[in-house]
């Protein structure tokens, strides 16, 4: 077996350099990483949202998810509550803080995004998102 050839290592080397990039584009340009944008981009779209809930849109594990909502209270973009429902739990949502964060944050992330696929025929584009919504079908 050539391990170059070996789609998921493909697919894994494909998502590093995809993520060192634009991690180190958010660092400087916004100071904050990855695993916190991830957040954010879910929150944006998802308000006042458990851990759990959060965990299960971003694919991200618990320990992570509670580390990266506890550097966005204290960076203070997030507004943290009790559940309604269940004391033990808490909900997320962005403050106004966070919600400009991400007034800047999403257009340079469409940016980054438009940067990489325009080397793409826009037929190969379809192609590519063709196959990644098939694939995650076969792996749901």
Do not use: C
Not at 34 to 45: A, C, E, G, T
Not at 61 to 76: C, E, G, N, Y
Not at 83 to 107: F, Q, S, T
Request: without cysteine; glycine residues 2%; charged residues 30%.
């Amino acid at each position: 077996m050539e391990l170059n050839d070996f789609l998921p290592y493909q697919l894994s080397v494909l998502s590093l350099k995809i993520s060192k990039g634009i991690a180190e584009h958010y660092q400087d340009q916004f100071g904050i990483n990855i695993s916190q944008w991830r957040v954010l981009v879910i929150l944006y779209k998802n308000p006042d949202i458990t851990a759990k809930r959060i965990a299960q849109l971003s694919q991200m594990d618990k320990v992570r998810i509670s580390r990266t909502l506890k550097s966005l209270v204290q960076k203070k973009y997030l507004n943290e509550t009790t559940h309604p429902l269940d004391a033990r739990a808490k909900n997320y949502e962005l403050n106004e803080r966070g919600r400009y964060l991400m007034r800047a944050v999403i257009p340079d992330a469409l940016r980054y995004e438009e940067e990489l696929l325009k080397k793409l025929s826009e037929q190969e584009r379809a192609d590519l998102q063709h196959l990644l919504t098939k694939f995650n079908k076969i792996l749901e």
